[in-house]
Nanobody, 122 residues
Framework: QVQLVESGGALVQPGGSLRLSCAASGFTLDYYAIGWFRQAPGKEREGVSCISLSDGETYYADSVKGRFTISRDKAKNTVYLQMNRLKPEDTAVYYC???????????????WGPGTQVAVSS
């Protein structure tokens, strides 16, 4: 059974940092991409970042370029999202998702995690 579980969400002050984790089980990450999405109250879901687990190709939304970094640990079957210089507008539920790289970027992955809450506020 395929499972994705996010962790690391928290309340943080503007300018602070968080690292989100997405632990995958039930499949080998080698042939998938893992993406991070977020959805704030009253807003549409937004693709944030994606990493190909076969060749390491990455994608970032313009809104997070230079602040967020996606990485993978194949041995742990885990993908991380390091978020620096956080802003109040980064507040959202963050979801990880798995699928083919271009499909994930297009917002149509196969598998989804349940999400983790990130709140940026003073």
């Amino acid at each position: 059974q395929v499972q994705l579980v996010e962790s690391g969400g928290a309340l943080v002050q503007p300018g602070g940092s968080l690292r989100l984790s997405c632990a995958a089980s039930g499949f080998t990450l080698d042939y998938y991409a893992i993406g991070w999405f977020r959805q704030a109250p009253g807003k549409e879901r937004e693709g944030v970042s994606c990493i190909s687990l076969s060749d390491g190709e990455t994608y970032y939304a313009d809104s997070v370029k230079g602040r967020f970094t996606i990485s993978r640990d194949k041995a742990k079957n885990t993908v991380y999202l390091q978020m620096n210089r956080l802003k109040p507008e980064d507040t959202a539920v963050y979801y990880c998702a798995a699928g083919e790289f271009r499909a994930v970027i297009a917002g149509v992955p196969i598998y989804w995690g349940p999400g983790t809450q990130v709140a940026v506020s003073s």
